[in-house]
């Protein structure tokens, strides 16, 4: 059983940036970020392999998020710049055993943090 624990979201102003963290409580595979804002579905927004070699964006998001791990720590990071009102949502951290973009690939889910982007 793998336990996720997300930290850093927050309210920020369009053109800024937060840096969010998931930690685990054992070694996981392959790590994503979701997010899902009210009303719409959850959505893939970044993932990264155990090597840390292989990182994969969403197009909505690529060029602005970077996403990376230190796995001494057993930790995944989303550094989120140039942030815009459209990114406002809640954030989840997720590991299993593919790489994906698909949420059903993955089987343990942090609770979630909330990121807030003001206009």
């Known amino acids: 059983q793998v336990q996720l624990v997300e930290s850093g979201g927050g309210l920020v102003q369009a053109g800024g940036s937060l840096r969010l963290s998931c930690a685990a409580s054992g070694r996981t595979l392959s790590m994503g970020w979701f997010r899902q804002a009210p009303g719409k579905e959850r959505e893939f927004v970044a993932r990264?392999?155990?090597?840390?070699?292989?990182?994969y964006y969403a197009e909505a998001v690529k060029g602005r998020f970077t996403i990376s791990r230190d796995n001494a720590k057993n930790t995944v990071y989303l550094q989120m710049n140039s942030l815009k009102p459209e990114d406002t949502a809640v954030y989840y951290c997720a590991a299993g055993k593919s790489s994906s973009s698909w949420r059903y690939d993955y089987d343990y889910w942090g609770q979630g943090t909330q990121v807030t982007v003001s206009s």
């Open positions: 990264i392999r155990w090597s840390g070699s292989s990182t």
